[in-house]
């Protein structure tokens, strides 16, 4: 990242109170020179749309893009769509929701910059205003408080508190109707900021994230399954491909309310191996939030430290399957995990 910081891309020596937070355009353009380095070919523009198989194998994945569809043949596939979207085309079985079938809420995110820090009151200051304009009609969002964090500017503020809930993130006529409920509240939470919070005033919208940001959905399932027990124990797996630090952090699918419990600082349970290879497909493996959880534990491990670290666990395991030219379930999870240390990662 040095060299992004040189040219400007990500500030150093911000002080931020209450978070640490990434660079993103130097993020992103520091992974999309790793990629290109790497030798890996990028297809922008394009957007999965189905799978061939022959037998138990994927033998072709098909995308549509702006130039129609395309196919592209794969000894091994890794799906990273945080949907499961190509395990579900594949015929994987796989979980969705909780145990009425809801997946936790939709949030779309959004900054505001112009506002004056050294005059917001504190965070449970503005979410007790907050409630009193939901009792007031002024603003129609299930959620209980108003959740916020810093960023590098100095007048702009990261809100991470719409919610939007029973709504299917698989559908697209679903997520076109969640993003529109989740503008909608922006603009109430918009509205109520500037009446009636100091220092947002004059607050303006500085941006609003491309699409709205999807909790959970599918779950496909794995040769190993963990339930929250994983959580409760710090469970420890010889094979382990992750660690997760993050709490159980379920957002009430059905309306308000939020269960959040934590692990200590230095306390952490583990995902193993089996978790993020699914048996239906012999060539295909996890690398995104739809791993083989239950719901409650999926509330823990789908934030991004986990997943970027599952995700480079499904990298390294279709690698050496390739190489050893066998399926991932005959891969030894011990020897992925060794091969994870090798290359840097904390397990």
Same mark, same amino acid.
Do not use: W
């Given at each position: 990242m040095r060299t992004y910081r040189?040219? $400007?891309?990500?500030? /150093?020596? @911000?002080?931020?109170?209450?978070?640490?937070?990434?660079?993103?355009?130097? &993020?992103?353009? *520091?992974?999309?020179?790793?990629?290109?380095?790497?030798?890996?070919?990028?297809?922008?523009?394009?957007?999965?749309?189905?799978?061939?198989?022959?037998?138990e194998r994927i033998s072709t994945v098909v995308f549509s893009g702006k130039s129609g569809l395309s196919a592209i043949r794969a000894k091994m596939v890794v799906d990273s769509t945080g949907d499961g979207d190509v395990a579900a085309k594949a015929g994987c079985d796989f979980e969705f929701g909780n145990e009425d079938g809801f997946c936790q809420p939709m949030t779309l995110c959004f900054k505001l910059s112009n506002v004056d820090?050294?005059?917001?009151?504190?965070?449970?200051e503005i979410s007790a205003a907050y409630n009193r304009a939901k009792e007031e009609g002024r603003?129609?969002?299930?959620?209980?408080?108003?959740?916020?964090? $810093?960023?590098?500017? /100095?007048? @702009?503020?990261h809100f991470n508190t719409t919610r939007v809930i029973k709504?299917? &993130?698989?559908? *697209?006529?679903?997520?076109?109707?969640?993003?529109i409920i989740a503008r909608k509240q922006l603009r109430e939470y918009l509205a109520f900021l500037r009446?009636?919070?100091?220092?947002?005033?004059?607050?303006?919208?500085?941006?609003?994230?491309t699409q709205i940001g999807v909790r959970e959905s599918r779950r496909i399932l794995g040769l190993e399954y963990l339930t929250v027990d994983a959580f409760d124990r710090r469970a420890r797996f010889a094979d382990a491909v992750a660690r997760v630090n993050y709490p159980v952090d379920i957002h009430n699918p059905s309306g308000t309310g939020t269960i959040i419990r934590h692990l200590g600082?230095?306390?952490?349970?583990?995902?193993?191996?089996?978790?993020?290879?699914?048996?239906?497909?012999?060539?295909?493996?996890?690398?995104?939030?739809?791993?083989?959880?239950?719901?409650?534990?999926?509330?823990?491990?789908?934030v991004m430290p986990p997943v970027c670290s599952i995700g480079q666990a499904a990298g390294m395991a279709a690698a050496m399957s390739i190489r050893k030219?066998?399926?991932?379930?005959?891969?030894?999870?011990?020897?992925?995990?060794?091969?994870?240390?090798?290359?840097?990662?904390r397990l």
């Open positions: 040189s040219e $400007g891309f990500a500030p /150093s020596g @911000v002080k931020r109170a209450d978070d640490r937070n990434i660079p993103r355009y130097g &993020a992103m353009l *520091a992974v999309e020179d790793m990629l290109l380095e790497a030798g890996v070919k990028l297809f922008y523009h394009h957007t999965f749309f189905d799978v061939i198989k022959q037998g820090k050294s005059r917001t009151p504190p965070r449970g603003i129609n969002c299930p959620r209980e408080d108003v959740l916020f964090f $810093g960023d590098f500017d /100095s007048d @702009v503020v709504h299917d &993130a698989t559908n *697209a006529e679903e997520l076109s109707d969640a993003e009446a009636s919070i100091p220092g947002y005033e004059h607050a303006e919208i500085h941006s609003v994230a600082p230095e306390e952490f349970y583990e995902i193993p191996y089996g978790c993020i290879v699914p048996p239906a497909v012999k060539n295909l493996l996890i690398g995104c939030r739809a791993i083989s959880v239950d719901h409650a534990l999926h509330s823990s491990m789908r030219e066998c399926r991932p379930a005959e891969l030894s999870g011990v020897e992925v995990r060794a091969n994870l240390k090798k290359a840097g990662a």
